[in-house]
């Protein structure tokens, strides 16, 4: 059977081998500490769920319009307001399977074979996937520890072309944890207006910022802005509901009616009880979402300052989400048993071996030298996975 050409735009994800590696040493019942997750290891709150089971019992379990109940779009156009000083039109507002299918949607409706999408590297690697599908390309600007892994508008009008369509923004960032500010984004915001480009911004980390930082979607630094940007949000890590599948997008009215097309002929709509739950998780107490960060703030400091003390490795402060990003290219060229580490895999993968740990290579985030360690995980857990790292770390280094 011959597959579509389009198949092969597409690589199979590179973490996905870590973790089947993972899953069966821990199916073979040795003890691995997964510092790989990328989900809330908190449950969905309780009133959601007995928001979706108040749904079912009542019968809202029908096909929905393709993008979304109106009571879900009225709870998103007050979260927006609530939140971020946005005003948008229920016509501005289309309710996804998650928000990786918003994202998946946007790049659909928008991009044709030869246009360009830029990538500020370290990046979420489903936005390079979702823009080869298309035929359009990726074009991945790298930033830098320095610049606090944020694209400088320097590196982005060097970047832009005549075929620029979108740049992907993700604040705050999966992998890096970098938050970017108001200084950080007028500029971008600027450069967006005079070309006419698309911002795609994905916050769906928007609750998770620590330490004073504070959230601010480009969207909110004007009216010409707001029109070209495409809010990307969703309920599954500020709501611990990544199996329920809603996200949504705001924006542009003309985009969301073509996602809405697309959506009819593909998923139809997000799943009617997962809807009504997260009308929910938007509207209702927002308590457990303050919990569960005040939660991740301890781990995070936790985790910082056990990674700087270890020799050679240089760990940034992340302002958001709930990763840290430190450099360990420090390994490189040294071995361990005979074996030489020659990259972020080859480090990843002693370390799931030797300690048992699961951690995720820069590499997959296109930032080589790099590692992600996921702190959605239990303190015990994270001092248990730790001690493991430090003892290979300081074999291996010193
Ligand atoms: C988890 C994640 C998403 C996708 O969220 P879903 O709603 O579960 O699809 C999108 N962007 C980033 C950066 C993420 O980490």
């Given at each position: 059977m011959k597959l579509a050409?389009?198949?092969?735009w597409i690589a199979p994800s590179a973490t996905m081998a870590m973790d089947t590696a993972a899953k069966e040493m821990a199916r073979q019942g040795i003890d691995v500490i997964s510092f790989?997750?990328?989900?809330?290891d908190f449950d969905t709150p309780e009133n959601v769920k007995e928001a979706a089971i108040k749904a079912m019992k009542e019968g809202r379990t029908k096909y929905t319009p393709a993008s979304g109940i109106h009571e879900l779009k009225v709870a998103i156009q007050q979260k927006l307001a609530r939140d971020n000083n946005l005003e948008y039109g229920i016509d501005q507002i289309a309710v996804t399977v998650g928000a990786k299918h918003a994202l998946y949607n946007i790049t659909q409706v928008l991009c044709d074979p030869g246009d360009e999408v830029i990538v500020p590297a370290p990046?979420?690697?489903?936005y390079v996937e979702q823009v080869r599908v298309t035929g359009a390309t990726p074009v991945v600007i790298e930033t830098t520890q320095e610049n606090g892994f944020r694209v400088t508008p320097e590196q982005l009008r060097e970047a832009i072309?005549?075929?620029?369509?979108a740049i992907m923004l993700n604040s705050?960032?999966?992998?890096?944890?970098a938050v970017y500010r108001r200084e950080h984004l007028e500029p971008i915001a600027e450069i967006a207006v005079e070309k006419g480009i698309v911002v795609v911004s994905d916050?769906?980390?928007?609750?998770?910022?620590?330490?004073?930082a504070k959230h601010v979607s480009i969207?909110?630094?004007?009216p010409e802005i707001k029109a070209l940007t495409l809010l990307v949000h969703g309920v599954s890590k500020s709501h611990a509901m990544?199996?329920?599948r809603i996200g949504y997008v705001a924006g542009d009215a003309r985009v969301i009616k073509a996602i809405t097309s697309l959506q009819s002929h593909s998923t139809?709509?997000?799943v009617s009880i997962a809807q009504w739950a997260a009308v929910e998780a938007l509207t209702g107490s927002q308590e457990p979402v303050k919990q569960m960060v005040a939660e991740f703030a301890k781990r995070r400091e936790y985790l910082v300052e056990r990674l700087r003390a270890l020799p050679g490795v240089e760990c940034p402060m992340p302002e958001g989400a709930f990763y840290v990003f430190p450099?360990?290219?420090?390994?490189?060229g040294k071995s361990y048993n005979g074996r030489v580490i020659q990259s972020s895999m080859d480090l990843c993968q002693l370390l799931l071996e030797e300690a048992h740990v699961s951690v995720v290579p820069g590499s997959a985030f296109g930032a080589e030298g790099y590692m992600r360690i996921s702190y959605a995980t239990s303190m015990a857990n994270l001092e248990k996975g730790m001690d493991r790292i430090e003892r290979i770390w300081r074999a291996l280094v010193g």
């Open positions: 050409q389009r198949c092969s790989g997750v990328g989900e809330p990046y979420w690697v489903s072309t005549p075929r620029t369509k705050p960032s999966n992998p890096t944890g916050e769906i980390y928007e609750p998770f910022i620590y330490g004073g969207a909110e630094l004007g990544t199996g329920w139809s709509n997000p450099r360990i290219s420090a390994a490189f």
